[in-house]
């Protein structure tokens, strides 16, 4: 499991980074257990993220807050 440190440790420091002044932490955390689910698939954390924000901006899920 200590693999997945390097997968893990971007999401969990840049989740850290937009949690302050964030107020809707539901949301901010939905988006990174997706982001995790897509890093177990095989994307590194910079596609996960990215994807994420795609799906936000086009409504591919409710998920989101959107």
Known sequence: MDDWNEYIIPLV?????EAR???????LFRKYIL???LLGLGMNPREAIE???EWKKTGATKLLGN
């Open 13 to 17: 420091n840049r989740a850290q980074v």
């Open 21 to 27: 002044g964030n107020n809707n932490t539901e949301n």
């Open 35 to 37: 982001a995790g689910v």
């Open 51 to 53: 994807e994420i924000e």
